[in-house]
Nanobody, 123 residues
Framework: QVQLTESGGGLVQAGGSLRLSCAASGRTFSGYGVGWFHQTPGKEREFVGRTSWSDSSTDYADFVKGRFTISRDNAKDTVYLQMNSLKPDDTAVYYC????????????????WGQGTQVTVSP
């Protein structure tokens, strides 16, 4: 099965940028869509965005549209989340996962979650 590893998180000031990576191992991303979610303590994982496999099209949650961009490098088996104009409300652990079936904005539609990477945005 595929294993996912997120990286690139850290501490950044409001207005800054980070690029998160989601790398696959064990098995390739080939044929799979990939989603990004974030989670804060006491809350459920929330959909951030996703990229499809078939045409690399993307969908985003309204609260990140125009600020975050998802891209993928199939040769490297890596999906990226470019986060610009970061806000303190973006502070969370960010996870990537493989889309299986169902509603693309629901965490229950995904599997093979990575361990997450912490993003902290200071005011």
């Amino acid at each position: 099965q595929v294993q996912l590893t997120e990286s690139g998180g850290g501490l950044v000031q409001a207005g800054g940028s980070l690029r998160l990576s989601c790398a696959a191992s064990g098995r390739t991303f080939s044929g799979y869509g990939v989603g990004w979610f974030h989670q804060t303590p006491g809350k459920e994982r929330e959909f951030v965005g996703r990229t499809s496999w078939s045409d690399s099209s993307t969908d985003y949650a309204d609260f990140v549209k125009g600020r975050f961009t998802i891209s993928r490098d199939n040769a490297k088996d890596t999906v990226y989340l470019q986060m610009n104009s970061l806000k303190p409300d973006d502070t969370a652990v960010y996870y990537c996962a493989v889309y299986r079936y169902g509603r693309h904005y629901s965490s229950s539609s995904y599997a093979y979650w990575g361990q997450g990477t912490q993003v902290t945005v200071s005011p």
